[in-house]
């Protein structure tokens, strides 16, 4: 993969990140729920819907994701999709009851739900097909160590911080990668334009 153009292996990083951040977000809450229910008001045994919500979302909106690609484009469904997940985290931090919880967690399910197979199509148009397997294996790994990260980090920040901090941190890494699609992706976008 050292032979790809340095526009290429940023947007491989651009992917890379948003494979971090999707799966992340679906073990960072564990630990956060108890935090949570206090906050808000509510029973420990109905905090489960802050998780079922998010990976509820993520089941239902994912087979979309491939379609709206074709439709709209890669690089505008991904530069979608980081922007609707930086907004759902953004609620999330600001929620004040329950139900905008699970409404904002169902934004951020939208957002992770078209950001892995949407990445993944990325990689597709942008690496040779003899570096396809080595490119995903670098934008995947990630995504795996993201939910070992998970409980650990969402401890760490309820124990030093507070719970709003487990969605908090998705806003500048966010921010980040929407401007980084943005700029980095208008090869992308190109391609997208000829087929």
Known sequence: ?????????????????????????TTIVNTALPSMA??????????????????????????????LADKVGVRNIFFTAIVLFTLGSLFCALSGTLNELLLA????????????????????KIVPREQYMAAMTFVTLPGQVGPLLGPALGGLLVEYASWHWIFLINIP????GAIATLLVNAELHHADAAL
Do not use: C, K
């Open 1 to 25: 993969m050292t032979d790809l153009p340095d526009s290429t292996r940023w947007q491989l990083w651009i992917v890379a990140f948003g494979f971090f951040m999707q799966s992340l977000d």
């Open 173 to 176: 890494v966010g921010i980040i």
């Open 105 to 124: 967690r169902a934004l951020q399910g939208v957002g992770g739900a078209m950001m892995v197979p949407v990445g993944r199509l990325t990689v597709m």
């Open 38 to 67: 206090q906050s808000l008001g509510e029973s420990p045994l109905h905090m489960h819907m802050v998780i079922v919500s998010y990976v509820l979302t993520v089941a239902v909106m994912l087979p979309a994701s491939g379609w």
